[in-house]
C-alpha cells in the first residue's frame, strides 16, 4: 500500500477509532459499530501472536469485509514471531497491524509483552521493523506514557523516537502509567492519573507523526477538543462500548463531516439479518447481543431492553424474536 493511500484512508479513519479492549471487541462488537460509524476506525480484540503463528488459530482472524477499516492488533516480544504474525494478519486482509505495548494483565507481563515493553523501546523497534518488512499495510504501536517507577518526561520521548527510526508513523498513547505490580488491570484503567499534556507535548516534539491520545474520553465533545488542540486522533475505549450510540451514532457528521447521524433503532433493524445469518454458523444469540445491551443508554426503555436480552438471550431456541421484543420495550413496536 502506498503512503498516499495510507494517510488518505488510514489516517483520515483514526481521527477517532474504537480501542481494542479484550473479550469485548470481537467480530460481533465490530460489525455492530460499524453499523452506527461508516468511519471509525476500529480494532480488534489483543492477538498473540504465539496462537497464531505456534498454535494455528487462525479462526482469530476472521472479520467480515463490512468491518472495514478495521485493525490488527498483535501482542508478542519477538521480533520474528511477530513478523509472520503480522504477514497472517496482512494476507487475511486488516488495515493496519499494531503492536500492543500498553496492556499491564499478568498474562502478557508473563509473556514479556503488553505494556513491559515500554522498558525495551529498542526491542519494540526491531520488532516495528521486522513486521513492516512482512506486510504492506502500516504497522503502529498502541503504549502507555511508562510503566512504574518511570518518570514519563524521561521514557516516552525515547520510546517514540525509537519506534519512529524503526518507520512507525503513527501512535496511540494512553495517557495513564501502567503498574505492572500492585493494580490490577481494571485498576490499571481508572487508579494511575491521566497526563493528557504530556501526549499533546508528544506531537509537538513529533510533528511528523500521526498521534492518537486514549484514556478516560468519555464524549465526542472530547473527542472534538483534543483533535482542535492539534492532535491527529482519538482513540475511546469503554465508553464506546458501554454507550455506543452516544460516540459512535454522531461521529460520521462531527469528526469526518461526512454522512448522517446514524439511528440505534435502524441499527437493530439491520442487526437482525446478521443475527440470523450467524447463528445459522452456530454462533449463540448472546455472543452477538451482549455487544448491544448499550445502545439506547440514557433513553427512555433502556433498562427494560438490557433485562429483555440479558435475560433471555441464553435461553434455548432464543432468536430475532427476542430482539424484537426487547426493541419494543424502547419503541413500542417490532423492528
Same mark, same amino acid.
Given at each position: ?35 452506527l ?7 480488534? %480484540? ?10 494455528g ?67 519494540v523497534?526491531?520488532?516495528?521493523a ?7 499495510? %502500516? ?89 482542535d488542540?492539534?492532535?491527529?486522533g ?6 464506546a ?69 440479558? %435475560? ?24
Amino acid at each position: 500500500m502506498s503512503e498516499k493511500l495510507i494517510k488518505s484512508d488510514i489516517w483520515r479513519s483514526s481521527r477517532l477509532s474504537v480501542a481494542p479492549m479484550m473479550d469485548w471487541t470481537d467480530r460481533h462488537c465490530r460489525y455492530l459499530h460499524r453499523l452506527l460509524s461508516q468511519e471509525a476506525l476500529l480494532y480488534t %480484540e489483543m492477538v498473540t501472536a504465539p496462537a497464531l503463528v505456534r498454535g494455528g488459530a487462525l479462526h482469530l482472524l476472521d472479520h467480515s469485509v463490512e468491518e472495514h477499516p478495521v485493525a490488527l492488533q498483535l501482542g508478542g516480544s519477538d521480533p520474528a514471531e511477530l513478523a509472520e504474525a503480522a504477514r497472517l494478519g496482512g494476507q487475511a486482509g486488516y488495515d493496519e497491524i499494531n503492536l500492543n505495548c500498553g496492556c499491564p494483565s499478568d498474562r502478557v507481563q508473563s509473556g514479556a509483552f503488553g505494556a513491559v515493553l515500554m522498558k525495551s523501546p529498542d526491542l519494540v523497534a526491531e520488532c516495528v521493523a521486522a513486521m513492516q518488512a512482512k506486510v504492506d499495510v %502500516e504497522v503502529t504501536v498502541k503504549c502507555r506514557i511508562g510503566v512504574d517507577d518511570q518518570d514519563p518526561q524521561e521514557v516516552l520521548p525515547g520510546f517514540i523516537a525509537a519506534i519512529a527510526a524503526a518507520g512507525c508513523k503513527r501512535v496511540t498513547i494512553h495517557a495513564r502509567k501502567a503498574w505492572l505490580k500492585g493494580l490490577s488491570p481494571k485498576e490499571n484503567r481508572d487508579i494511575p492519573p491521566l497526563d493528557y499534556d504530556i501526549v499533546h507535548q508528544m506531537k509537538a516534539e513529533f510533528p511528523a507523526l500521526h498521534i492518537s491520545i486514549n484514556g478516560g474520553i468519555t464524549s465526542l465533545d472530547q473527542v472534538v477538543e483534543h483533535l482542535d488542540r492539534g492532535l491527529d486522533g482519538v482513540m475511546v475505549g469503554r465508553a464506546a462500548y458501554h454507550q455506543p450510540s452516544d460516540i459512535l451514532c454522531a461521529a460520521d457528521r462531527r469528526i469526518y463531516g461526512t454522512g448522517e447521524v446514524s439511528d440505534p433503532v435502524e441499527v437493530v433493524a439491520q442487526m437482525l439479518g446478521y443475527i440470523d445469518d450467524e447463528m445459522a454458523k452456530g454462533a449463540r444469540l448472546h455472543q452477538i447481543t451482549r455487544h448491544m445491551l448499550g445502545l439506547f443508554a440514557g433513553r427512555p426503555g433502556a433498562r427494560n431492553w438490557r433485562r429483555v436480552l440479558s %435475560e433471555g438471550a441464553s435461553r434455548p431456541g432464543a432468536g430475532t424474536e427476542l430482539v424484537e421484543a426487547a426493541l419494543q420495550q424502547v419503541t413500542g413496536q417490532a423492528a
